[in-house]
């Protein structure tokens, strides 16, 4: 069974300071996924990560993916206050099984001025 | 540029009333997902399916049932609503694995009183 953690859960951070975002999941999956969700919003995708060391940049966010370690991680790099969000990641499908993404819990994520 | 819509984005029903949450995609996706989201429980697999009138329980199917008649199209119906269905409510539609990311809806913010 394909499970999905993330960590942590919720992150409370200065601006201009950086800091990861991980995830980690149980069993084989190719694909990673990062999204953004806004306070009362729906989710928005950040990045698809299709291989292993698979790297994907935007702005002050960073994501990379490490199938032989089942990790992936989001970086973000001199955090501003637009950043402040609810990030989850999801991976998927499991081998075997039918076409759905397992979800992390999200980190809910605070950058103060 | 809208890719998934779904009909209201905020409903209030009565305890025992039928209610039908709908979701329209327009990017000829196979795969369509209800999920509901309470706070600090993520996101939880309600209903999906993988093709017109197929259709597999995710993790809390209880209190709900889905219709999917057409491709663009993924319905869903809690058959007597009660207050813990209260509830955001989003629908996902995705081609699969290969290359693309999930798209999401807006959201329906359903209360039950």
């Known amino acids: 069974e394909l499970k999905v953690e993330q960590n942590p859960l919720f992150l409370s951070m200065q601006e201009g300071k950086n800091y990861t975002i991980y995830c980690n999941y149980s069993t084989t999956s190719d694909r990673l996924y990062w999204y953004r969700q806004d306070p009362g919003k729906s989710l928005e995708s950040l990045f698809v990560?299709?291989?292993n060391g698979a790297v994907k940049q935007e702005g002050r966010l960073m994501a990379s993916l490490d199938t032989k370690a089942r990790l992936s991680t989001l970086h973000i790099t001199a955090a501003v206050h637009d950043l402040s969000a609810t990030y989850f990641c999801?991976?998927?499908?499991?081998?075997?099984?039918?076409?759905?993404?397992?979800w992390g819990a999200g980190t809910k994520l605070i950058i103060k001025p | 540029d809208v890719k998934v819509t779904q009909s209201s984005r905020y409903l209030v029903k009565r305890t025992g009333e039928k209610v039908f949450l709908e979701c329209v995609q327009d990017m000829d996706h196979e795969n369509m997902f209800w999920y509901r989201q309470d706070p600090g429980l993520g996101l939880r697999l309600i209903y999906f399916s993988y093709d017109v009138k197929m259709k597999e329980k995710g993790d809390i199917p209880e209190g709900y049932s889905v219709s999917r008649e057409k491709k663009e199209r993924f319905s869903l119906i809690l058959e007597s609503a009660s207050t813990n269905q209260t509830s955001m409510y989003l629908c996902?539609?995705?081609?699969?694995?290969?290359?693309?990311?999930?798209?999401f809806g807006q959201g329906t913010r359903l209360t039950v009183v």
């Open positions: 990560l299709l291989s």
């Open positions: 999801a991976a998927g499908p499991p081998k075997g099984g039918n076409y759905q993404l397992i």
């Open positions: 996902a539609s995705w081609v699969g694995p290969f290359s693309t990311e999930a798209f």
